[in-house]
């Protein structure tokens, strides 16, 4: 009896260890985790890290900074890189603080949310995407 519960518990331990390394392993092919790189890395200065932490608090859950893939709102990478946001519009300063403050579809408005301080460093952040 005692050989069979051995000969069991050899096979189930065999059996974690076979598991525990095939998740090890889909781990590592299947997710590719990227470390955030810091102000620094980035090469930012005071206010873009200052308009980097209102995008962070303000904008972050729907818009993927380094990144066209989507959330809720487009991926923002390149924002003023392109000649026309996805409206049509210019992306420019002027165009890009109307979205901003009005909103636009599914983008809540921010008229009242943030001081002029603030929106002048988002603005200066989201041009280093």
């Known amino acids: 009896m005692q050989l069979l519960l051995r000969r069991r518990g050899r096979a189930l331990t065999q059996w974690l260890a076979i598991g525990m390394i095939l998740a090890a392993s889909a781990a590592l092919i299947g997710c590719h985790v990227e470390l ?8 930012l200065n005071a ?30 990478e390149g924002l003023y890189k392109k000649q ?5 519009m210019p992306a420019n300063d002027e165009r890009i603080t ?13 008229n009242g949310k943030l001081t002029e301080q603030q929106l002048q460093d ?3 952040y989201l041009k280093t995407l």
Do not use: N, W
């Open 36 to 43: 955030r790189k810091t102000d620094a890395q980035l090469g």
């Open 84 to 88: 026309y946001l996805p409206s049509g």
């Open 122 to 124: 988002l603005l200066a």
């Open 98 to 110: 109307d979205v901003i403050i009005m909103g636009k579809a599914k983008m809540p408005s921010f």
């Open 47 to 76: 206010q873009q890290s200052r308009g980097r932490r209102v995008y962070d608090q303000d904008c972050y859950r729907c818009h993927e900074p380094y990144s066209t893939r989507g959330k809720e709102g487009p991926g923002l």
